[in-house]
């Protein structure tokens, strides 16, 4: 009878099996913790503090990188009222979970997620559709709670539906809005022409 060898011993890959496996666990432990870290929002951080509400946010191209990145300006606090940074989660929260409990992502894309049937939301706090900065605060809230009278549909004869949005929950998407827009999200989408800046140039 014919001696297996090292190599194709049962054992030595159930052991190689146990061996990988492990150190595949400990490096998957690794990178959660290195994902959560580097998505969750802080001070200096690609997805930054929620308190960036009270700064102006707009996009220069890096040339470097070769292509747009977030700029976090001078104060223009959402509202005219500056914020805590416990003050501005909550707010920025109240936003998200409008946004989910509407199924916003059913016809929006955030972040790379969602719909295509209407316009893209990461950077909409940046549309120049909203004309100026002076008034985008205040068009956005209008539109999201009437958005059937205040509609902008391009030529494409695509409506929002009006969701029954009150004032406090569309203050609370504009916030979750224009914090999304300072997340560094590696020039997605790309090209996007952004709103004439009132300062900071």
Known sequence: MTKTPWWA??????????????????????????SIEA???HEGGRVPAYSVINQRIYYRVDDVQGRQVPVIGDAAP?????????EAEALVTRGKLTVQSRNCMDCHTL???????????TKSW???????????????????????SNARTFGTER????????E???????????????????GFPANFPTIRQEGDR
């Open 9 to 34: 011993s049962e054992g030595f890959w159930r052991k190689c099996a146990i061996w990988v496996t492990a150190v595949m666990a400990v490096a998957l432990i690794f990178l959660t913790f290195d």
């Open 39 to 41: 998505i969750t929002a």
């Open 78 to 86: 959402l509202f005219g009222q500056r914020l805590t940074e416990e």
């Open 111 to 121: 972040l790379g997620n969602g719909a295509y049937y209407a316009p893209d939301l």
């Open 126 to 148: 940046l549309d120049p559709a909203w004309a100026a900065e002076s008034v985008r605060e205040q068009l956005m809230v209008q539109f999201l709670m009437d958005p059937r």
């Open 159 to 166: 409506r929002m539906p009006d969701l029954g949005i009150t």
């Open 168 to 186: 406090d929950e569309a203050r609370g998407v504009v916030a979750f809005l224009k914090w999304m827009s300072a997340i560094d999200t590696n």
